[in-house]
């Protein structure tokens, strides 16, 4: 009863900067959410956990991302957003975002891919 979708995927040259959005929707009253993280994972790769927040804005990084991502979240839009500064073409990957309820199962978007270019 909840849906993520991710927006903001596109191509875009070493050294440049993107933004990902994340809106829930559905019964956010009932499956209220705690942790939002985003995920990324390129073909033969594995899935990587790229950034976290909490509902209360307690924001965890991947080490290869500190200091270029960052991760927010509006509780009262329901979105989380992921800002990507100094891309690198190995950021390449989708981006897939995710919402970890206080209590069921989690609930994962379809991703939106990114690619930097050298």
């Known amino acids: 009863q909840v849906q993520l979708v991710e927006t903001g995927g596109g191509l875009v040259q070493a050294g440049g900067s993107l933004r990902l959005s994340c809106a829930a929707s559905?019964?956010?009253?009932?499956?209220?959410?705690?942790?939002m993280s985003w995920y990324r994972q390129a073909p033969g790769d594995r899935r990587e956990l790229v950034a976290s927040?909490?509902?209360?804005?307690?924001?965890n990084y991947a080490d290869s991302v500190k200091g270029r991502f960052t991760i927010s979240r509006d509780n009262a839009k329901n979105t989380v957003d992921l800002q990507m500064n100094n891309l690198k073409p190995e950021d390449t990957a989708v981006y897939i975002c995710?919402?970890?309820?206080?209590?069921?199962?989690?609930?994962w978007g379809k991703g939106t891919l990114v690619t930097v270019s050298s």
């Open positions: 995710s919402a970890a309820p206080y209590y069921g199962r989690d609930y």
């Open positions: 559905g019964n956010l009253h009932r499956f209220s959410i705690n942790t």
């Open positions: 927040v909490s509902s209360g804005g307690s924001a």
